[in-house]
């Protein structure tokens, strides 16, 4: 049983001149395993910044308040720390990395987070479990991470790391955007196994109602100007697509 508790979180980006942009202003979250949490909100409301400052990028600057998991000071910790402390971030890898393969990429993961290498026999099989049920060329696994992937495989390959990775807590930014259809419903029934484990707290950040019609999430928080300005169950997912962000911006702004 684990919490991620996010208290009173101010954030700044920093500018290529030096200047601070103030982005988060004070967000109040807790998400417990077992719990998959919606952070809904309009386009350019901060809710990747919540991400990137979780993940610790050296762009944002924590201005105040804490990020603890089961009490530990999470922005005290360097990334490497985060993700063996049981933090998955899905953009914390974002970029090509020549000549790993993922097959590679993802037993030095495990091997990272777990503190010793997994038993190749057993590891296999695993890979190929994950592979198979997102329904991805075995030769996927030869590729080297990131490179020339579509779209839609940078979003399988989030997946798989979720599934193989098992996190205590996963938060994944925007993983329905670029997806058609069929990969849409592949990669929200992995994020549906995960949280049928019951192990991982899981932090859904969107913008799109649509990643909700295949992941019931238990609290939906909308995110407007820098904060959380309304929470509720899943029927706030159904309104919010019904009726937009419009009145909760035109309040934010009031
Ligand atoms: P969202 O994910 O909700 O679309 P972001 O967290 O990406 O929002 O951005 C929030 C705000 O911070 C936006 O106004 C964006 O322009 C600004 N911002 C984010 N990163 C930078 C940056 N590197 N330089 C300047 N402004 C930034
Ligand atoms: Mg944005
Ligand atoms: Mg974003």
């Known amino acids: ?28 979250l807790t998400v417990r395993s077992g719990e998959t949490h919606a952070i809904m909100g309009p386009n350019g409301s901060g ?34 720390e985060r ?10 890898y974002p970029v090509e990395v020549p000549g790993v393969s993922v097959a590679n990429f993802l037993r030095t993961a495990k091997t990272a987070i777990d503190g010793e290498a997994p038993k190749l026999r057993t590891w296999a099989g695993e890979l190929r479990g994950a592979m198979e049920k997102l329904q991805m060329d075995p030769a996927f696994a030869q590729r080297n991470v990131n490179e020339g992937f579509s779209g839609g495989e940078k979003k399988r390959h989030e997946i798989m ?8 807590m996963a938060i994944l930014d925007e993983t329905d955007s670029g997806l058609d259809i069929d990969a849409l419903r592949i990669v929200s029934e992995g994020v549906n196994r995960v949280r049928a484990s019951g192990e991982a707290g899981l932090l859904l950040i969107t913008h799109y109602t649509r990643i909700l019609r295949y992941i019931k999430p238990d609290f939906v928080h909308v995110f407007v100007a820098g904060k959380i300005v309304k929470e509720g169950g899943p029927e706030l997912a159904e309104q919010l697509e ?10 934010a702004n009031a």
């Open 242 to 251: 019904a009726e937009g962000y419009e009145r909760y911006v035109a309040s």
């Open 161 to 168: 790391q979720l599934e193989l990775l098992k996190p205590k």
């Open 1 to 28: 049983m684990s919490t991620l508790e996010i208290h009173d979180l101010q954030v700044s980006v920093k500018l290529p001149d030096g200047d601070l942009k103030p982005i988060l202003a004070g967000v109040d």
């Open 83 to 92: 993700a063996r402390a049981g933090l998955f971030l899905a953009m914390q």
């Open 47 to 80: 809710k990747s910044t919540l991400a990137y400052s979780i993940a610790g990028h050296p762009k944002y600057e924590i201005t105040g308040g804490t990020v603890t998991l089961d009490g530990e000071d999470v922005l005290a910790m360097t990334v490497d």
